[in-house]
């Protein structure tokens, strides 16, 4: 029942879940299939908080591969913009999770470019691989200057 699709499928999550848990029944491709059912019209279904609960639920295991949770954020960003108003308001937390629970996905936020961690690094460093003064990592343009401004008073013997 759980490959008719629809309605059917979320109310057989349940069952196939206890059985792969409990009992160790091998499903192939249960995540791309559970993938394939957050669409925009789950979110018309009389079983959406179920259905995200038992989503959660399978999701949030921790041995899941990182890739696939980053199928399950993207997939549900893509909802939040698509669906209806309110599937915001499920979905935003929901990718918040993931991320939280799988720190690798913060790269689909923000990747620092080369240029940047180049910079970060010269300005970082010194010339005779030490540490600059000033303790910063320089994520931002005053933390840089203030890097600097420590290494030059170090250079100067203050």
């Not at 192939?28 to 979110?43: C, G, M, V």
Request: hydrophobic content about 45%; overall charge neutral.
């Amino acid at each position: 029942s759980y490959n008719v699709g629809g309605v059917v499928s979320v109310l057989a999550l349940n069952g196939l879940f206890l059985l792969i848990s409990k009992h160790n029944l091998d499903y192939p491709d249960f995540f791309r299939k559970l993938l394939a059912l957050l669409t925009p019209a789950i979110f018309h279904v009389k079983y959406t908080a179920r259905f995200f609960r038992l989503v959660d639920l399978f999701v949030g295991s921790l041995l899941m591969p990182s890739y696939t949770a980053a199928a399950f954020a993207k997939r549900l960003a893509r909802l939040a913009l698509t669906a209806p108003p309110a599937a915001g308001l499920i979905c935003i937390p929901f990718i918040f999770n993931l991320i939280k629970r799988h720190p690798t996905l913060l790269s689909l936020i923000h990747r620092a470019s080369a240029a940047e961690a180049m910079t970060r690094g010269i300005s970082q460093w010194g010339g005779d691989g030490t540490m600059n003064g000033g303790g910063g990592g320089g994520d931002e343009a005053g933390e840089e200057v203030d890097s600097d401004a420590a290494a030059e008073a170090e250079l100067n013997g203050g």
